[in-house]
């Protein structure tokens, strides 16, 4: 969603939406990225074997946001694009969650940006490289280094 959002405030273009009110589990990539460096970690550890299963990486917010509260979110942050929404939308399911219990618990990976911030710095990011594409390194930088900042408190 978060691109037809970026292709629809930089061509000007109508945003089509399916099912505004359904629930997704929203983050960040760097939430993976350092999910995966965690699991990577373990298995280069002693014993390997601790993290030699399926993970479940997901947001940790307990408040489920909305296809709507992303869009108004993102509107907040750069700008709000048209909107349509589908009369006869395909058959979707209206929440998606994940439970990272089980990553938070035994490999202590906790996301340091809720929901509120993740879709602040996306769309900061895609406002900033819209406006300026040889940006793309500095801008990325910044949220990392701020992303790792948010890791060690």
Known sequence: MIPDFVRAVVTGNALTFRYPGATRPWQHVLALVYGYLVILAGLLA????????AWNLGPQDPKQYSVRDVLELMSQHWQRPSLEYMDDPLPEAQALA???????????????????????ETAAWYRDYCSDPDSARPITMNQINAWREGIGR
Do not use: C, H, M, Y
């Open 98 to 120: 994940l439970d990272s219990s089980l990553a938070r618990n035994r490999l202590g990976w906790i996301p340091p940006w809720n929901t509120e911030r993740v879709i602040k």
């Open 46 to 53: 002693k014993d390997p074997r601790k993290v030699i299963q």
